[in-house]
């Protein structure tokens, strides 16, 4: 294969690359949407079996101030009715006093037994409409979960093409340039191979050493950018266009002092270019 195929066919793959890493990406994206439903299903139970033990509890004091009442009812019921037989003053102050004492509680029970009816009545509204709400989000959640397996089949179908295309362009391509393009691709946002152009490399805009330029410009190998590792094929500029790259070139000149080391690293390629130059200037 010729440089130029090579170049070609990077070209191609890249567009193929983009698409299945953005495909990995909704992949892993789809399911996450449902987390928050899920958790909000999970919360609307939990409340709701807290609700449910405060309602038995309720329920339960419910009934013993029933029972409560009923017996304090009966003491006075029976104390009234002892009224009838007694003889002396004092057997009428103690009955009176015992009357009056169960009458206190029945009043008192009564009291209470009312405030917890109405607890449970509200505590059952609330669950009431708890559940409601429960269910409607439990079948909205299980009918979201199957469009989202449906998608994402969908979408494994898709890669799976995707991934056979790839095979098609990388085979009689050097792995380890592939590994390499691959890496760069998901590294900088799908700018694997980009244009040469007035001597700037088009996705990290710095200006490339002349004779680096050329090399490009002769199709010498497949070279990567000195600063972004960026695969490079080079695009003659049309007329017109040359004032703006000469702008560009004066800006990217300041840029060239800022260049972070880690950009230089693993560029054996440049490396061993410079070298090269480097030998043929001395002979
Ligand atoms: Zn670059």
Known sequence: MTTEDIIDRLRELQDVLCRKIALEREIIEIPKSLSS?????????????????????CRQRESEFRNMLLQAESEREK??????????????????????????????????LQLAEQKVAALKT????????????????????????????????QLSEIINEEKKLTANLDPELIFKFERIIRKKGGR??????????????????????????????????????????????????EDFFNEELAGSLVDLDNIEDDEFEE???????????????EE
């Open 37 to 57: 439903q899920e958790e909000l299903v999970l919360r609307l139970k939990q409340n709701y079996i807290a609700r449910n033990e405060e309602y038995v509890e």
């Open 79 to 112: 104390a009234e009715k002892k009224m009838d037989s007694i003889e002396t003053q004092r057997e009428y102050e103690a009955l009176d006093k015992e009357i009056k004492d169960a009458a206190n509680k029945e009043h008192n029970y009564r009291r209470d």
């Open 126 to 157: 609330d669950m009431d409409a708890n559940k409601e709400l429960v269910d409607q989000q439990a079948a909205e959640l299980a009918e979201r979960k199957i469009s989202i397996e449906e998608e994402l089949s969908e979408r494994n179908n």
């Open 192 to 241: 694997g191979i980009v244009a040469v152009r007035g001597g700037v490399c088009n996705s990290c805009h710095m200006i490339l050493p002349v004779q680096f330029a050329n090399a490009v410009r002769l199709g010498s190998g497949v070279l990567s950018c000195p600063y972004c590792s960026s695969i490079l094929y080079y695009e003659e500029i049309a007329e017109g266009e």
């Open 267 to 281: 560029d054996e390629e440049f490396e061993e270019f410079e070298e090269k130059l480097s030998a043929e200037a």
